[in-house]
C-alpha cells in the first residue's frame, strides 16, 4: 500500500515542472525576429571569425585553410605575452585604485541624506563626455610641459613626470582615467543599492548609538556585497577590451607598456592586413571574456 501512494504522490510535482511548449509558442513567434536580428548581427560574426581563424584571408581573392598555423604565429609573437601581462596588469591596478573608489563615493553621498541628486549629477558627468574629448583633455593634463599635473607638482617643488612616455607611469596614468570615466555609472549603481535599505534601520541604529562608520560597516557594506561581486566581474570584463585609451594617448607605447590584446589585434588587422591572424587573437580574447561571462552569470543567479 506504501509503495502505491508514493509515486501519485510525486506525480503533481513532476507534472508541475513540465515546459508547458505549446503555451509558449506565441511568444516564441513574437520574439522569432529579435533573435534572427540578433544572431546575424552577434552571433554570425562571431562564427566568421572563427572561420577566419583559420583561414589565410584574402579580401580580393579567394581565402584558403591554413589550419592552426594562425594560433602558432599568434603564440611565437612575444608580443602575445607582453600584451597579455599588461592587462593583467592594467586589471591589477584598476581593482586596487579604482574599485573602491564608487564604493567609497556612494557611501559618502548616501551618508550625506542632502543634496544627492547633485552629487549624483557631479560624478556622472563624466560618463557623458565623448571618449575622443576626454582623450584630448587627459593629454593636455599629463602634458610634459605645460601640463597640470606638472604644473601643481613644481609649485610644491617636485620634479616634473614623463606621465605618457615613461613605461613604469603610463599604464597607471592610463587606469587613472579609466577609473574617472567609468565611476559615474558604478556610483549610481551602488547608490540605487543602498537606497533599497530601509530608512528604520539607519534610524534604529542612530538610536542605538552607531556613528557613521558603524553604520556603514554593518549596515550599508553588507548589503552592497552582492553588488560589487558583480561589478568586480564587469570591471575585470571591461578591463580586458581596453582599447581606446591606449590606441589615442600612447598608441601601445613606450616600448609596447600599454599594448593591449584589442590594440594588438587592431593593428594586425588595419595596419598589416592579416585578418588570419587578427581573428585568431579575437577568439583568443573572446574564449578569456566567456570564462569571466560565466562568471558574471553565476553570481548574478547567486545574488537574485
Known amino acids: 500500500m506504501r509503495s502505491s501512494t508514493i509515486p501519485s504522490a510525486k506525480a503533481p510535482a513532476i507534472k508541475r515542472r513540465r515546459i508547458r511548449w505549446r503555451e509558449q509558442i506565441p511568444a516564441w513567434l513574437f520574439l522569432l525576429p529579435a533573435l534572427v536580428v540578433f544572431a546575424y548581427f552577434v552571433w554570425y560574426p562571431m562564427l566568421v571569425a572563427i572561420g577566419y581563424s583559420f583561414q589565410h584571408v584574402s579580401l580580393v581573392g579567394e581565402s584558403t585553410w591554413v589550419g592552426l598555423s594562425n594560433y602558432q604565429r599568434m603564440l611565437a609573437d612575444p608580443l602575445f605575452v607582453t600584451a597579455w601581462q599588461n592587462i593583467f596588469n592594467y ?18 553621498i548616501n551618508e550625506m541624506r542632502r543634496a544627492t541628486p547633485f552629487f549624483q549629477l557631479v560624478y556622472y558627468l563624466p560618463t557623458l563626455i565623448p571618449v575622443t574629448i576626454a582623450l584630448l583633455v587627459w593629454r593636455q593634463i599629463y602634458a610634459p610641459e605645460g601640463g597640470l599635473l606638472n604644473s601643481l607638482l613644481q609649485m610644491v617643488s617636485l620634479p616634473p613626470q614623463l606621465w605618457l612616455q615613461n613605461p613604469a607611469l603610463a599604464k597607471f ?36 548609538g552607531f556613528g557613521p562608520w558603524q553604520r556603514v560597516r554593518y549596515i550599508a557594506i553588507p548589503n552592497l556585497a552582492s553588488k560589487m561581486q558583480v561589478l568586480l566581474v564587469l570591471q575585470i570584463i571591461a ?14 607605447g613606450p616600448a609596447n607598456s600599454t599594448l593591449t590584446p ?42 537574485s
Open 173 to 208: 596614468a592610463i587606469v587613472i582615467i579609466m577609473t574617472w570615466a567609468g565611476a559615474g555609472g558604478t556610483v549610481l549603481i551602488y547608490l540605487a543599492a543602498l537606497q533599497d535599505i530601509p530608512m528604520e534601520l539607519y534610524e534604529a541604529a542612530e538610536l542605538d
Open 262 to 303: 584589442v590594440l594588438a589585434s587592431y593593428r594586425i588587422a588595419f595596419l598589416q592586413n592579416d585578418f588570419g591572424l587578427a581573428s585568431a587573437w579575437s577568439i583568443t580574447l573572446l574564449v578569456v571574456l566567456s570564462i569571466f561571462s560565466i562568471i558574471h552569470v553565476w553570481a548574478s543567479n547567486r545574488n
Open 91 to 108: 586589471t591589477l591596478l584598476s581593482l586596487v585604485f579604482g574599485f573602491f573608489v564608487p564604493v567609497l563615493l556612494a557611501l559618502m
Open 239 to 252: 578591463v580586458v577590451q581596453v582599447f581606446a585609451e591606449p590606441m589615442l594617448l600612447t598608441e601601445g
